[in-house]
């Protein structure tokens, strides 16, 4: 059984640092590109970073060069380091075993077969 549990989310004044986690389960962490998706109120899902089975990264144009995607194998563990958060980071992040990431003109996008979502953790930024 796939099982998806992100952690780590709470309020953080702009410019502040986070770091989330997401621990999977019932399926090999390795085998699968993991992204990381928020959701802002009222708003469509987005995908904000992504790595791939060969631990390529990829970052969307809002967050790239202030967000830092990782994964430990050994763990069962993906992370999303989120450096000088700005007001329009908010929203609940959720990881699953897919991305979908625009950066550019390019849409990376990865989709292996597991259907699955965690319940998400919520990020507020506020001063």
């Known amino acids: 059984q796939v099982q998806i549990v992100e952690s780590g989310g709470g309020l953080v004044q702009p410019g502040e640092s986070l770091r989330l986690s997401c621990v999977v389960s019932g399926f090999t962490l390795g085998s699968y590109a993991m992204g990381w998706f928020r959701q802002a109120p009222g708003a469509k899902r987005e995908g904000v970073a992504c790595i791939n089975r060969e631990a390529i990264t990829y970052y969307a144009d809002s967050v790239k060069d202030r967000f830092a995607i990782s994964r430990d194998k050994a763990k069962n563990a993906v992370y999303l380091q989120l450096d000088t958060v700005q007001s329009e980071d908010a929203g609940v992040y959720f990881c699953?075993?897919?991305?979908?990431?625009?950066?550019?003109?390019?849409?990376?996008?990865?989709?292996?077969?597991?259907?699955?979502w965690g319940e998400g953790t919520q990020v507020t930024v506020s001063s």
């Open positions: 699953a075993p897919r991305c979908s990431v625009r950066s550019g003109q390019t849409l990376h996008s990865y989709y292996h077969g597991i259907d699955a």
